[in-house]
């Protein structure tokens, strides 16, 4: 099915501990993101792709970096996994640079504990 | 800065029952308005949207409309169904802006 594939789905990490969440689209879209979610406070953007080669950060980078490691995938990395990135991290895509017409495609979500 | 509020959930319906979700926003520019709907365990999926004022979006029975006098875009369906039961969030974009703005979202649920 076309749409936004996120792994995994589930993660515990200690606290210290590195990982990668990954996110790959397959609509062509030139724009990627990576959000968090916490009760509460809806979707906060972490950082963001406008086109393949280029990453910005978003409302709450500290503690993340990305990757656009192609036209296909936006990888988030924990360096240092803290109890407050306990969350759950949505991907989503765009096909156009300029998002005020159109709307986002989500992938499914990585629900992570950090203890 | 560009920002959306959303009513307080969460928010019990029986069914048949009508259905407004409130959502004001803040913004600088001229933002266009969306929808989310996020049923359990799962991603967002968009619901409607609207790019200007006096718009309308609509889809599966919903409906919203973009109100410049009073920065609103409430969200109403006429007789929910228990598969209407799932969290809603509004979001704005800014022209040229990649960073969609979301509210907290508000979770409805509804009873047979």
């Known amino acids: 099915n076309a749409g936004v594939t996120q792994t995994p789905k589930f993660q515990v990490l200690k606290t210290g501990q590195s990982m990668t969440l990954q996110c790959a689209q397959d609509?062509?879209?030139?724009?990627m993101y990576w959000y968090r979610q916490d009760p509460g406070m809806g979707l906060r953007l972490i950082y963001y792709?406008?086109?393949?080669?280029?990453?910005d950060k978003g409302e709450v980078p500290n503690g993340y970096n990305v990757s656009r490691l192609n036209k296909r995938e936006f990888s988030l990395r924990l360096e240092s996994a803290a109890p407050s990135q306990t969350s759950v991290y949505f991907c989503?895509?765009?096909?156009?640079?300029?998002?005020?017409?159109?709307?986002?495609?989500f992938g499914s979500g990585t629900r992570l504990t950090v203890v | 800065g560009d920002s959306v509020t959303q009513m307080e959930g969460p928010v019990t319906l029986s069914e048949e029952a009508f259905l407004t979700i409130n959502c004001t926003y803040t913004a600088t520019g001229y933002p266009s308005l969306f929808w989310y709907v996020q049923y359990p365990g799962e991603g967002l999926q968009l619901l409607l949207k609207?790019?200007?004022?006096?718009d309308k979006g609509s889809n599966k029975g919903f409906e919203a409309t973009y109100r410049k006098e009073t920065t609103s875009f409430h969200l109403e369906k006429g007789s929910v169904q228990v598969s209407d039961s799932a969290v809603y969030f509004c979001?704005?974009?800014?022209?040229?802006?990649?960073?969609?703005?979301f509210g907290a979202g508000t979770r409805l649920t509804v009873k047979p």
């Open positions: 989503a895509s765009s096909g156009v640079l300029v998002t005020n017409n159109y709307g986002y495609t």
């Open positions: 792709s406008a086109s393949e080669g280029t990453t």
């Open positions: 979001a704005l974009t800014i022209y040229n802006n990649n960073d969609m703005r």
């Open positions: 609207a790019t200007k004022a006096d």
């Open positions: 609509m062509n879209h030139n724009s």
